[in-house]
């Protein structure tokens, strides 16, 4: 079998549903593998798991093999940071760390190997790629909420201290009460606690609220779910799927060569 041919199987192996659905599977398996060792087990069955953990660190290489052969452009194989991950995680994998002083690391690396499924399946890959790409609107959103964190913070410090130092007592920890009030976590007996010294407290509470939970919260969300579809369309795009907008072009197109045919 010719060079070309190999790669050209190896190409058509990786895109092959059946076998992502594979790779998916061991993934998983790796992780009950992670999982049982957590528990206190027999010596056969953990020797049976180190086996299985062995033979998942084995089809991991040969799997990273595969996709590097079927490649159609090599050079570019580590322009990709998911197969850069990839390739990391099953290379410190192969490293003989689990009687030395590494072992603590070999064993978070083989936990890190769970979040090869982002690689693998392309829907994960656009929620995280949303995400990161959603980073630099949403730092404006947090340093603004931070900024209303810190005044509240410091007005809250600087009147509730004596009502309940353990909640109150400086800036910080004024701050990680704000953020139990943000979740919701039994905020109406912080509210109730203050309201007995100063009756008018609730309103202090309730505009934080609404200022941090109900819109800044709202923001983040909306920012978030903007960049994702913008990527689903680049998505579609590559797969050669038209865009909404290129969709809308045509739809235009069409209604004017039914006007000039009308005309």
């Known amino acids: 079998m010719s060079i070309a041919s190999l790669q050209n199987a190896f190409f058509q192996l990786r895109s092959n549903r059946l076998f992502e659905f594979f790779v998916v599977s061991i993934i998983l398996i790796s992780a009950l593998v992670i999982g049982a060792k957590t528990y206190q087990l027999p010596p056969t069955f953990l020797s049976w798991v180190g086996f299985l953990d062995t033979a998942i660190t084995v089809f991991f290489l040969i799997e990273i093999t595969i996709r590097f052969i079927g490649e159609p452009n090599k050079a570019r194989f580590f322009h990709n940071a998911w197969n850069v991950f990839d390739t990391l995680i099953v290379v410190v994998s192969l490293i003989p760390i689990q009687d030395s002083e590494m072992a603590l690391i070999g064993r978070l690396i083989r936990i890190f190997r769970v979040l090869r499924m982002v690689s693998i399946i392309p829907e994960l890959r656009v929620l995280l790629n949303s995400l990161v790409k959603a980073l630099p609107q949403l730092g404006y959103v947090l340093l603004l909420m931070f900024i209303i964190f810190y005044i509240y ?111």
């Not at 010294?197 to 939970?213: E, H, P």
Request: glycine fraction near 4%; proline fraction near 2%; charge should be negative.
């Open 153 to 263: 913070a410091a007005l809250g410090s600087t009147f509730f201290a004596d009502i309940n130092p353990v909640l109150w007592q400086d800036i910080s920890i004024s701050m990680l009460t704000l953020f139990r009030v943000m979740t919701f976590e039994d905020w109406t007996d912080v509210m109730y606690e203050v309201m007995h010294v100063y009756s008018f407290g609730w309103a202090y509470f309730l505009t934080f609220i609404f200022l941090t939970t109900f819109a800044f919260l709202n923001m983040v969300i909306g920012i978030v779910v903007n960049v994702m579809e913008d990527e689903h369309q680049k998505e579609n795009h590559a797969k050669g799927e038209p865009t909404l907008a290129e969709l809308q072009a045509q739809i235009q197109e069409l209604k004017q060569l039914i006007q000039n045919k009308q005309l």
